[in-house]
């Protein structure tokens, strides 16, 4: 199937990863990849899809929030038998292991016993929250957009979590180690949050006759109790990772027109070249500032015969 016109489309994930567009389109995490990290990066991480065990807990837990009646047909619960029948923990046995490739191979999302029971019992915690639960109500989840950005005229795409019936605003389910608010503005930051809202807003208001005002992401602990918290991401933020997306645009445009993915560079256009590195402008501010207090004044030997 070809996406050849923008616009909101109900297509199973394994169509919409598979890049659908004419062109080779950009993503949402690509954009990311691109502004922090470099081209190579992210032409090797298009190459190779690798699966790994905190992405599938992750589309385990959207199932599970977001399409509940789809869960059971999507993910497969692994019970493990070790050779004398009796239960295996984890994937330690050959059984468990083949199992779980298997699920894999079926394009299913495997799931450990105690897994599948923790998503259980977040879902429960989450509807039980006032502000969370109405989040998810209503609206559509998982819908593939795909657009032509006007500045560059390369392809765009983004998968939302949910668009809200509404319109008003968007949100997105994210699972952390802590759904403390201020534990979580760190993580928007290290995971580049901030720029996904924005790509979100921008794909929104590119194929529909609005703009979503506020975006807000709906977080929630893996750990016991799991707790909830939702997150308005601020104006400001928002700016900052829409000016991002578009630095990630132009270097895609770049390497697609010059067919070309580069390592690390200033300058695209520069001639690879060795790196003359720094301390961190905090390390070396803590250094001067303990060195003007005398911290690192070599000690006086001691005069033995006084």
Partial sequence: MKISEPGIYDLPPEIYHGDPTPEMSLSSSGARTLARDCPAVFWHQRQVQEAKRVFEIGTASHLMILEPERYDAR????????????????????????KRDAARAAGKVPLLPAEDEMLRVMRGVLWADPIARTAFIGGQ???????RDQEFGIWCRTRPDYLPPHGRYLVDYKTSTSADPREFAKAMLEYGYHMQAAWYLDAVAAVTPHRPEKFAFVVQSKKPPHLVSVCWVDPEAIEIGRALNRYAKGIFRWCLTQREWPNYRDDLNSAPMAHTVNL??????????AQEAGRFEPPAIPDIAA
Wanted: proline letters at 5%; zero cysteines.
């Fill in 75 to 98: 993910v497969e619960v692994i019970r493990g038998l070790k050779k004398d029948g009796s239960p295996s923990e984890g994937y330690t046995s050959a059984d468990a292991r083949e």
């Fill in 141 to 147: 989840a998982e819908k593939s957009l795909f657009w």
């Fill in 280 to 289: 961190p402008a905090y390390a070396r501010q803590s250094f001067q500032l």
